[in-house]
């Protein structure tokens, strides 16, 4: 495929999607879905958070999964509440609405550590993970690797 034909194909293709995520608030599942951020939006919120707490992956990527998951969250994600997709309301402060609405944060608040870890795992594998064991998968079959 050319690189014309291969940029057309990825302007017209849907972002890929996480397998639903299964997260605990309180004693209920509550089902959360994820889609691929756009590139621009990815590196510019990791941007914003630094690795600063030494784990291997911060190390590696340079920049806190753990800052950046609930950012790429309320960007990417939605709740499936039987098969309809709801999107939560996450509103910006200003001085009209000093208290704004924000249902992501109160979520992430809301969650168990295990409920962020398969949370953080879902965005960090459709952001990170993914892309890069594909671009390794497609090299070992490329005549040109």
Do not use: C
Request: glycine content about 6%; aromatic content about 8%.
């Amino acid at each position: 495929m050319s690189f014309r034909d291969a940029l057309a194909a990825a302007k017209t293709a849907e972002r890929k999607r996480s397998e639903p995520v299964e997260v605990l608030i309180g004693d209920e599942i509550v089902t959360l879905q994820f889609t691929r951020a756009a590139p621009t939006e990815w590196a510019r919120i990791t941007s914003r958070y630094p690795a600063t707490n030494g784990s291997l992956i911060a190390v590696r990527y340079g920049y806190d999964i753990q800052k950046v998951v609930p950012e790429i969250a309320a960007l990417t994600g939605v709740v499936l509440e039987d098969g309809q997709e709801t999107t939560l309301t996450v509103e910006k402060p200003s001085k009209e609405n000093p208290t704004p609405v924000n249902e992501w944060e109160d979520l992430f608040n809301a969650l168990d550590g295990h409920s962020f870890g398969l949370v953080s795992d879902a965005i960090w594998e459709l952001n990170e993970w993914g892309p890069q064991y594909r671009l390794a998968e497609l090299k070992k079959g490329s005549p040109r690797s």
